[in-house]
T-cell receptor, first 110, second 111 residues
Framework: DTGVSQNPRHKITKRGQNVTFRCDPISEHNRLYWYRQTLGQGPEFLTYFQNEAQLEKSRLLSDRFSAERPKGSFSTLEIQRTEQGDSAMYLC????????FGPGTRLTVL | GQQLNQSPQSMFIQEGEDVSMNCTSSSIFNTWLWYKQDPGEGPVLLIALYKAGELTSNGRLTAQFGITRKDSFLNISASIPSDVGIYFCAGHGTGANNLFFGTGTRLTVIP
């Protein structure tokens, strides 16, 4: 058990809608990461938090994406005006020995 | 970005056989990690390697961090049906906070 939960596990939305995902580490972890995984590929880095501060963002994170970690514990990832290309598994991870991933949120944009 | 080539892309083996897969990078990594992912789930860490030349085992799994720091391999001995899944290598370089993942090796074990 990596101690990371993600909600919802699945989300189906229509193109143009906004969606928000949540990541909850069970215990306090300074570092929290978001990754995106499309079918047949490995996860790709999106962004990284050290406590509340968002320290690094990938070029994959367009201006329609925003992530927050307001109290240095849980984190949210919002996608505005979703596009079909946003369909993917969104994974949250914390810094343990290696990287402990949550079960992911699978987003389908119709 | 950094390129990680993982091979083979897929494998079909008989239960009880040994499996070997590897990963090569276009640049030097300071850490190599191997993950297994089941359908609809996040990747689960199997083995972490932190030093060039390091050979580490976890049950029937053995992984090595290549001396050049640009490659790693994972061996699974005496495969069983629950070994089925997609295996990913991952690594990151000095000071990097993001992991780079390979494209995965899909393992099928035939009972």
């Amino acid at each position: 058990d990596t101690g990371v939960s993600q909600n919802p596990r699945h989300k189906i939305t229509k193109r143009g809608q906004n969606v928000t995902f949540r990541c909850d580490p069970i215990s306090e972890h300074n570092r929290l990461y978001w990754y995106r995984q499309t079918l047949g590929q490995g996860p790709e880095f999106l962004t990284y938090f050290q406590n509340e501060a968002q320290l690094e963002k990938s070029r994959l994170l367009s201006d329609r994406f925003s992530a927050e970690r307001p109290k240095g514990s849980f984190s949210t990832l919002e996608i505005q005006r979703t596009e079909q290309g946003d369909s993917a598994m969104y994974l949250c991870a914390t810094q343990t020995s290696g990287r402990g991933f949550g079960p992911g949120t699978r987003l389908t944009v119709l | 970005g950094q390129q990680l080539n993982q091979s083979p892309q897929s494998m079909f083996i008989q239960e009880g056989e040994d499996v070997s897969m590897n990963c090569t990078s276009s640049s030097i990594f300071n850490t190599w990690l191997w993950y297994k992912q089941d359908p609809g789930e996040g990747p689960v860490l199997l083995i972490a390697l932190y030093k060039a030349g390091e050979l580490t085992s976890n049950g029937r799994l053995t992984a090595q961090f290549g001396i050049t720091r640009k490659d790693s391999f994972l061996n699974i001995s005496a495969s069983i049906p629950s070994d089925v899944g997609i295996y990913f290598c991952a690594g990151h370089g000095t000071g990097a906070n993001n992991l780079f993942f390979g494209t995965g090796t899909r393992l099928t074990v035939i009972p």
